[in-house]
């Protein structure tokens, strides 16, 4: 018991000393891996439930949200710039 509390407190300085003296590429590895992750999930997610049966439907439906996304985003972000 004492071993695995010295370890999650060892674990907790060394995750709080990053948290609070953050270092460029430490941080980047970690926001890199995590949208990696991220992704990699949602496309799997997709191939599962966004028409399995026509691959090629999929993927031109998965492009066209993207697109559609992205100019809603940029659509919001112009209208921000005006006010």
């Known amino acids: 018991m ?4 010295s370890l999650i407190e060892k674990c907790h300085r060394v995750y709080k000393h990053t948290v609070e003296n953050p270092h460029p590429v430490i941080h980047s590895i970690l926001i890199g891996t995590a949208v990696v992750l991220f992704w990699r999930g949602m496309w ?3 191939d599962l439930y966004l028409f ?6 999929s ?10 996304i992205l100019l809603i985003h940029d659509g919001l972000r112009k209208i ?3 006010s």
């Not at 399995?52 to 439907?57: M, Q, S, T, V």
């Open 44 to 46: 799997g997610v997709l």
């Open 2 to 5: 004492n071993k695995s509390h």
């Open 52 to 57: 399995p049966e026509n691959e090629a439907l």
């Open 59 to 68: 993927f031109i439906t998965s492009i066209m949200l993207g697109i559609l």
């Open 80 to 82: 921000d710039e005006l």
